[in-house]
């Protein structure tokens, strides 16, 4: 059996034959820093420390991300380019590499591996960063999915996203890189990715070191 | 004599050898809604009332997006790739086109024409709205100025800033949209960009129709 425990025990949602999904605690909506408090405390961090991050914390930094805000169209906290929401958030942990499911708010195992190491071409600190997310673009998902609009697409929808996840963990205490030196078509391999999906972008996410 | 004034009376600095500079007010870097309702209220508007920011509103704004947050290293609200802050802002509004200096926060003229309808590549709202903020990323400034890290930095970069001015008018109840619908080429020319800048995006900015 995988391991599904994050840090700390959280119901199980779905069955063998899919993906292991895991719901998260309903994400909170409200709160946080006053924005431009949070704006003034946005920064990068690359040192972090050896703790993990709570489900709560995870829950609401996914939905901060690139939840859905408007559940009746589904829509959500960053921008894509003609609505085309062309990103997935890979989350690549200790525990293994899990993708984001805005519409049911879960996460669901992809594989138990731990790549976070994998994500980097050579930063240390992001093999034992908590969290790594990967931002998967697919292609297939757009209008326009070939020619410089592809990578256009792809890069902006990522990085609107990454500056959402800034913002949180300003607000939060967290410290947060978003990195290009990501090993993008040896990653997309390692993920098992289909030829239309690409890779811009990792963020690596934690408490900050001391 | 140009035409200095954006929505209401502010004091002029410079001199008329330079370009002609305005000072803003002091941005206010503390306060807005809390970080998640900000992002709960984030969506795109195509659709601007006849009502023109004020000076605080603008000066607010331009810090949040692209201000300094840390003064002692001139650090920014948003990431740069390598540090290498390659985007100016670049604001096209009836009274011209001006730029924003974040070392002084100010705005300084470059020219006086309209061009808001020349940020665009066809929608009518952008030609009204008062203030379409124009992403202009220099080569010059990066560690790897050709090649697709050219346009991932200028595109990425640019995003991240898209992204924190939508924040801000979640914020503040005033609507905006990124726009990759941008004759890049033929409005770098007209604002007599050099070889070395470029341009992937623009933001209208308003208050919400209604």
């Not at 600190?125 to 969290?131: D, G, H, Q, S």
């Not at 990578?151 to 967290?174: H, K, W």
């Amino acid at each position: 059996m995988l391991s599904v425990i994050v840090a700390g025990a959280m119901p199980r949602i779905g069955t063998a034959a899919d993906l292991s999904a895991m719901a998260l605690p309903p994400p909170k909506t409200e709160g946080g820093k006053p924005l431009m408090e949070a704006l003034k405390a946005r920064h990068s961090t690359r040192e972090f420390a050896d703790r993990q991050l709570a489900p709560q914390m995870l829950s609401n930094l996914l939905w901060a991300a690139w939840g859905i805000n408007r559940p009746q169209s589904g829509l959500r906290t960053a921008p894509s380019s003609q609505a085309c929401m062309d990103i997935d958030l890979y989350l690549a942990m200790a525990n293994g590499v899990w993708i984001y499911n805005p519409k049911t708010h879960s996460i669901s195992q992809l594989m138990p591996d731990d790549v976070r190491g994998e994500t980097t071409t050579g930063q240390d600190y992001v093999k034992t960063a908590p969290l790594n997310l990967i931002y998967v673009s697919d292609a297939a998902r757009m209008k326009n999915p070939s020619g410089p609009e592809r990578a256009l697409t792809g890069i902006a929808d990522s990085a609107v996203i990454g500056q959402n996840v800034y913002l949180f963990c300003a607000s939060e205490g967290l410290g947060a890189v978003l990195r290009a030196s990501v090993p993008g078509a040896k990653l997309a391999q390692r993920l098992n990715l289909k030829p239309t999906q690409a890779i811009y972008f990792a963020q690596s996410v934690g408490y900050p070191k001391g």
